[in-house]
């Protein structure tokens, strides 16, 4: 079973709109609303692709519980924690005349220690039957900024593979625990690093902590720098829609791989594969079964012997 | 005491974002919720400026639950009927870079006939109550467009004194019921009669029904016509601040000045009055009432000879 934490859960709302104009009153066409947060998308993914996903995160108020009532509707297996707090929104503005994403997201509510005791708890009664687990998200207000490090720790003691996906002081204090796989972005990269070249950033990560490497380079597909070697690979073709959540994906497809056992140039195969089928689901955490299982075939992994990488 | 029905009510949250740019993540510095809908607006006026003000809507689910305590903590007196479905939600997004004011509202839900008929059950049974009824806002989905028509001829069985601040279909259906006053803005007056200028839409608007018409005109004021003249007002000085909510403020200053039975002038000063100190408050709904007392002393009326306004 694959262990996934998500520290800020979220009530993802999406308003279709026909157009986003600043200074101007819109009308939303449609309202949707679900469970989100990049674990719960990352869950979620797993669920579509049938691999058994544990989701642990805290939630509370009346957005936490549309969350609850919403992974019980999606048949995603949860433990939830109590929280004082409500549960943060975010809120995605699809424009149809410009084709533009556009998100607003609440910060979340203050947890008190024993909040996020609550949580760190859940996860270590869970880790004796988890192959993996996945750290993901950002930490919510009032969680220390090592708060990842200690999820990794009981990890590594009960032999469980951890992956880790945040930005920032997150990941800056995260990636010192070790984690076996973290997933930037390349701009989380740069940030965390200041290095402009994703391979130098992804091994100078390696240098922090972090086992391997797995760094999205947006449409130019995905790059993994491991101890014995760096492999990169992209979708067969171009995929235009919603590119929220297809981070979140890749993370799915890297977990399925490495609870396998597999090799780092499958993992990546896996995680292009997923994440490319992501930009065709209409929502974070959706994918289209149909072109991830094309796309996994059809993948070419290719080895890196250069120096830098063009993104 | 004041009646306002507010057939659409729904919970405000506004976002502070530091700029909005379509396409890019964003993130809230902070979120502030709250009661909302025109209606509300206007009895919030009308509580602050110690007026009597009974508010009668529908509520359901989650975020009608905040509408509900929200009226609570504001002491708003207020009558909701149960609601199957779950109140709307406005998002303002106020950009801090550009000074723009972004709003995207959610439709609302679908009521039933019986829910419908448990407001108009409830306004029926406060008016012996009221010396001003205020209608206020959109219909929601599934009330029949005439709704406030019906509304209106209760009020005027009971000798109640009718406002009507709708637009679209609901104001071309409900003017028919003869109100004693419409407010429109400029753009709804157009799309109403087709007519550009606000003086020639304003008569026309007479001509199908309404005893008088108060039409907004942005930064230049407010315009009154009513049968034996036509008068002119606007803010002794331009005021910069969130425009959203101030013509609900001039339907609460007309309303208090109405329900005094005063002369029309008086009615148009004090409009202007408040709608001018409503620009100055954070929040729809909020105005200022340092500026408010100043304005309605210094505010002059002038009656309108010309065939035609500049606006």
Same sequence: chains 1, 2.
Avoid: Q
């Avoid at 509707?73 to 005349?97: I, N």
């Avoid at 979340?108 to 609550?118: D, N, Q």
């Avoid at 760094?215 to 690979?233: H, N, T, Y």
Wanted: glycine residues 10%; hydrophobic residues 45%; charged residues 20%.
């Amino acid at each position: 079973m694959i262990l996934v934490v998500t520290a800020n859960p979220a009530l993802d709302v999406t308003y279709a709109v026909s157009s986003l104009t600043p200074g101007a009153v819109h009308r939303a066409a449609s309202v949707h609303r679900r469970a989100g947060g990049k674990g719960v998308n990352v869950a979620r993914v797993l669920h579509t692709l049938d691999v058994p996903a544990m989701t642990v995160a805290a939630c509370g108020g009346g957005d936490g519980a549309l969350v609850r009532a919403d992974l019980r509707t999606a048949e995603l297996p949860h433990v939830l924690c109590d929280l004082a707090g409500c549960t943060r929104r975010t809120v995605t503005m699809l424009a149809a005349a410009e084709d533009t994403v556009t998100l607003v997201n609440e910060p979340g509510p203050e947890f008190s220690p024993s909040e996020w005791r609550a949580v760190v708890a859940t996860v270590h009664g869970l880790l004796d039957h988890a192959s993996v687990l996945v750290c993901a998200g950002s930490l919510p207000p009032g969680v220390p900024s090592d708060a990842y490090a200690e999820l990794i720790g009981l990890a590594h003691r009960h032999g469980v593979t951890a992956i880790l996906d945040t930005s920032g002081a997150a990941l800056s204090a995260g990636i010192v625990a070790r984690p076996h796989l973290v997933k930037p972005n390349v701009e989380e990269l740069r940030e965390v690093t200041g290095i402009d070249d994703p391979l130098a950033g992804a091994r100078e990560l390696r240098l922090r902590g972090a086992g391997a490497v797995l760094a999205s380079l947006g449409a130019a597909g995905l790059l993994l720098v491991a101890e014995r070697g760096a492999w990169r690979a992209r979708p067969t073709h171009p995929v235009r829609g919603n590119t929220t959540g297809a981070g979140d994906a890749a993370v799915a497809g890297a977990a399925l791989e490495m609870a396998g056992g597999r090799p780092w140039p499958e993992v990546l195969r896996r995680a292009v594969a997923v994440s490319a089928s992501a930009v065709l689901g209409p929502f974070a955490g959706d994918i289209d079964l149909d072109h991830h299982r094309r796309e996994h075939s059809a993948v070419t992994v290719e080895e890196i012997h250069a120096a830098c990488v063009d993104v």
